[in-house]
């Protein structure tokens, strides 16, 4: 079912573009349907070319569409907020049955509480994509704001579903969510980039090495889903009696990488919470 309303995009980086080209790609959103606002003037005309959509350094018309995107940094939250309200009368207006207009956040830590309290007279909700979403293999939490019908609800989870799964989740959850999904990447790479060091230490062209750490990384992930292992299933299933993966394994353990990755899940999950 395409997308009804006009889309205002507040903020234009990696995740809004990942989040629109499927959309418009698949024809479920109109070009002409999206009001985009960039900071500078050089961005706007990049993007308007990239995109084929209208980019302008003037946020009224963006913040007047019955549906926003917000997307900018989270410490630019409040230099973004007067614009906002300045359009509110037009995002009333154009709202579907004289509803509140919609905003969906995509702010890492930022509350549906200061939402609420820095957009008045608009529904919020809180998402959080994770950046696998730029291949289409993301996961996405949602959490909603007050008086949000069934209807719009799905509205926002097709959005989001063009670039993965989608998943409502209980406020609270959404900051052990980014820090496993969002910042997870990021520990997964460094494990990655890590399992490639060795395999150069002991012999491996990196290309190589590269290559076999994300085939690697890749295969395992399909296992583990495509059987419906637990990960310990998976370890004890590759792992013989005093053999290399065991040896490995006990060095793992001796260095303390199973604490290490519990407690950056804990401090990405504190950290999240401390930005809201």
């Not at 990239?50 to 980019?55: F, H, Y």
């Not at 994770?130 to 989870?157: D, F, H, K, M, Y």
């Not at 299933?233 to 490995?248: F, R």
Request: hydrophobic share 50%.
């Amino acid at each position: 079912m395409p997308w009804s309303d006009t889309l205002g995009v507040v903020g234009l980086g990696r995740m809004a573009r990942a989040l629109l080209l499927p959309l418009l790609d698949a024809g479920l959103l109109e070009r002409s349907a999206v009001r985009a606002a960039v900071a500078s003037e050089a961005s706007a005309r990049r993007l308007a070319g990239e995109l084929g959509v209208q980019v302008s350094t003037d946020a009224a018309q963006a913040w007047a569409a019955p549906v926003v995107l917000l997307a900018v940094k989270p410490q630019q939250i409040e230099t973004v907020a007067p614009a906002a309200t300045a359009a509110l009368a037009g995002a009333l207006e154009s709202a579907p049955s004289g509803g509140e207009p919609l905003l969906i956040s995509v702010l890492a830590g930022v509350t549906l509480a200061r939402l609420q309290a820095l957009f008045p007279g608009r529904a919020c909700v809180r998402a959080v994509p994770n950046t696998p979403a730029l291949v289409r293999a993301g996961l996405t939490g949602l959490s909603w704001g007050e008086g949000i019908g069934e209807a719009r609800r799905e509205q926002v989870r097709r959005l989001f579903a063009q670039v993965g799964e989608v998943l409502d989740l209980p406020e609270p959850q959404l900051d052990p969510f980014l820090a496993l999904t969002s910042s997870g990447p990021a520990f997964l790479a460094l494990v990655a980039e890590s399992m490639a060091d060795g395999a150069v230490a002991g012999g491996l062209p990196r290309p190589l090495a590269m290559h076999l750490a994300h085939r690697t990384m890749a295969g395992t992930a399909a296992l583990l889903q495509g059987q419906e292992l637990h990960p310990g299933q998976l370890k004890d299933m590759v792992t013989s009696p005093a053999g290399t993966t065991a040896a490995g394994l006990r060095q793992l353990e001796r260095a303390g990488l199973r604490s290490a990755l519990i407690e950056a899940v804990l401090a990405a999950a504190e950290r999240s919470r401390q930005l809201g």
